[in-house]
């Protein structure tokens, strides 16, 4: 029998609100695409998009998004599988948080056979399919005031809703689901991270921890490989000779 190769990459994955996640993702992959030259694949997104009543009910500031009905747990697992089985090219949709949509499949991020996947979201653990399969569960924490200030200026900023439909969404959705389905995940965590990208110990940490499973992996790769080699030359030893 030939042995089957182990899957085409370690995935890192880091979740939790407001923690910056995208910030600490970056710092940890950027030391290895500094030092290691590997393809790196950053942020896998779990929003959907809504339906016409949903949407309505978003422009209200009535729309709870930070519920686990508003993500597409499917469309990440799919994606997670077929990155681990191998293929070449993976293509995720991105999404448009001022129109609450998926864009369209122009707009779709392609994803090349990557060493590191990071899933980011602040439900990346809630799925127990997809939870399945991360090597790495990273907790971001941070106080409530910071997320509540860094939620305040990018919804204002980038989403372009107002102050009274922030915080009155805040009160009535974020912080309910906040206690209700994010903190929980934390026992689900390998590592809980305080303090975000002001904690260049923790990153260090997990850069650190990352290495090491990459080249335990680069070591399953090349002891698979020797082993299919060693199986087709006995199997050609074996055969008839014409």
């Not at 590997?38 to 978003?58: K, N, Q, V, W």
């Not at 997320?147 to 102050?163: C, F, V």
């Not at 906040?178 to 390998?190: L, Y």
């Amino acid at each position: 029998m030939i042995p089957a190769l182990p899957s085409s990459l370690k995935t890192a994955t880091i979740g939790k609100r407001g923690g910056r996640l995208l910030y600490v993702a970056r710092q940890a992959c950027s030391h290895f695409s500094l030092t290691l030259n590997l393809p790196l694949a950053i942020s896998l997104r779990l929003s959907r998009s809504l339906s016409e009543e949903e949407h309505e009910r978003a422009e209200a500031s009535n729309y709870n998004f930070d519920h686990p009905s508003a993500f597409s747990f499917d469309r990440v697992l799919e994606a997670l599988l077929k990155i681990r089985a191998g293929a070449e090219i993976t293509e995720v949709p991105c999404y448009d948080y001022v129109t609450h949509s998926v864009m369209g499949p122009e707009h779709n991020s392609k994803i090349v056979k990557p060493s590191i996947v990071i899933l980011e979201g602040i439900l990346a653990f809630h799925d127990p399919a997809v939870r399945a399969l991360l090597d790495m569960k990273i907790f971001v924490d941070t106080d409530a005031d910071t997320r509540l200030a860094r939620r305040i200026k990018r919804d204002i900023s980038e989403r372009g809703r107002d102050l009274d439909g922030v915080l009155t969404q805040y009160e009535r959705f974020v912080k309910p689901s906040f206690d209700a389905f994010c903190m929980p995940q934390r026992t689900h965590a390998d590592v809980i991270l305080p303090r975000g990208k002001e904690n260049q110990v923790a990153i260090a940490m997990v850069v650190e921890n990352l290495r090491t499973m990459l080249v335990e992996y680069e070591c399953e790769v090349a002891d698979a490989k020797i082993a299919m080699e060693v199986e087709a030359a006995a199997s050609s030893q074996m055969a008839p000779q014409k």
